[in-house]
């Protein structure tokens, strides 16, 4: 546990991204749609007036930073905790002094607790009754999706605000503001850095302006000077500062990939085969979470209006199993694409809906007598008689009760009009002006 003190040391030993990092919101680079003029976190900011709060966005995106500037407006007391670190007995210090000073002085205590979806949901609930009486203001910030990490009722006593990923124009912002910054900045040197150096890094760090920072720091430091004493920053200096972009595959980007692969079976080849090899290449994820995945859709989102979807599907999971990967790399592609252009259809997935209805809403269900079993002597004198043979009758069809009695004239599958499951909606049309 500790005090926030961002900003009241010197720039002496400190990265140049911990001396840039802005102490007000004027100086905060991105997110305009939550802290924008007129905005409500903004104008709860500037008045000290923040309740409690949940800052949920990717890495880099300003969180952390959002916090450091609040606890420079607040008159209370801020406190900072790490999930990762902190107890239950850390928490619960910080909000005996909380009650002391609100107590004693009529002061607030703002709490803000890092990496909240570490804090295992014991350590949550004894944040719960200090948040509901107010004796402290909570602040968490997470780049997991809170709504899988967070206790629903700490979720419900906190207003959640989103943070959106930085772009390489923030970036470049960032970059040209420490160049000219004397102070806490770079400004001091006799330096020059070539545009596309800056859009190098920018480009390279993915959003997150802590790297560009620090990759424009190491280029500053490291470039030897030239005869005048100026340090020239090109992109080939650049490109030695900065490997390519980390991209981050945590479970809530995990579940997103995922989610928008499936989404794109129903409607894109070209983004159902650029999320999976996206999954696959860049986040490191496992190809067969996406076979799965697609053998469900191919009853789900196709079902009967083209069934070889489910049989291309299979078979791209026997050769991801037989040959591995990259080998099988075509072979899924290809089960992928087969789906996507299928005709589509999820009268499969409606009809199981249906019939689950019905067996919740009937609770036990007796089969009709003449569909009972009739292999033992005796059946006959139970009334277990009466089925037709349906192969006994012209088109091998016959109409009779299949469900039960009360929900005899149920329909659970309708086919549509999409692909193969045309001529099944014709018979079953045909079957019923029987």
């Known amino acids: 546990m500790d005090l926030f003190s961002f900003g009241e040391e010197t720039g002496d030993g400190r990265l ?160 040209k503001r420490a160049l000219a910054d004397k102070d806490r900045g770079l400004g001091f040197m006799e330096l020059q850095a070539d ?54 595959a945590d479970e809530s980007t995990q579940y997103d990939v995922l989610s928008a692969f499936h989404k794109s079976i129903r409607g894109s080849s070209d983004a159902a085969l650029f999320w999976f090899l996206y999954a696959v290449e860049k986040l490191g994820m496992d190809p067969m979470t996406f076979i ?18 489910m049989v291309q599907a299979v078979s791209a999971l026997d050769a991801y199993r037989n040959n591995g990967w990259p080998e099988a790399k075509l072979n899924i592609a290809q089960a992928i694409l087969f789906a996507v252009e299928s005709p589509k259809s999820n009268a499969v997935y409606l009809a199981i809906s249906k019939a689950m209805n019905s067996i919740e809403e009937l609770k036990s269900a007796e ?16 009334g277990h008689a009466g089925y037709q043979y349906p192969h006994d009758f012209p088109g091998h069809y016959v109409k009779q009760d299949y469900l039960p009695k009360a929900i005899a004239k149920r329909v659970f599958y309708q086919a549509t009009e999409q692909g193969n499951e045309a001529k099944i909606r014709h018979n079953q049309a045909l079957r019923r002006e029987r």
Request: hydrophobic share 40%; aromatic share 4%.
């Open 292 to 309: 799965r995945r697609l053998i469900a859709a191919s009853s789900e989102d196709i079902g009967l209006a083209n069934p070889q979807a």
């Open 16 to 175: 140049l991204a911990d001396r840039m990092r802005p102490e007000n919101l004027d100086e905060y680079i991105g997110q305009e749609h939550i802290v924008g003029r007129g905005k409500l976190l903004r104008r709860a900011i500037e008045a000290d007036q923040v309740s409690s709060i949940l800052l949920y966005g990717p890495p880099g995106c300003g969180k952390t930073t959002l916090a450091h500037i609040i606890s420079h407006h607040t008159q209370g007391e801020f406190v900072r905790l790490n999930a990762v670190e902190a107890s239950v007995k850390d928490v619960r210090e910080v909000i005996e002094r909380a009650q002391s000073n609100k107590a004693l002085y009529g002061s607030k205590t703002i709490l803000f607790l890092d990496e909240v979806h570490r804090f295992n949901s014991s350590r949550q609930d004894a944040l719960l009754p200090a948040v509901e009486k107010g004796t402290i203001i909570f602040i968490g910030a997470t780049t997991e999706n809170p709504f899988h990490y967070v206790n629903g009722a700490l979720m419900s006593r906190s207003t959640l605000f989103q943070l959106e990923s930085l772009t390489r124009e923030h970036s470049l912002i960032a970059m």
């Open 367 to 382: 089969v009709p007598l003449h569909l009972r079993d009739t292999h033992y002597k005796g059946a006959s004198a139970l």
């Open 195 to 248: 545009e596309e150096a800056l859009q190098h890094i920018a480009s390279m760090a993915n959003g997150d302006i802590r790297r560009a920072l620090n990759a424009l720091e190491l280029a500053a430091l490291t470039t030897a000077p030239e005869s005048d004493g100026s340090v020239h920053i090109t992109l080939e200096v650049a490109e030695e500062s900065i490997r390519r972009p980390i991209v981050k």
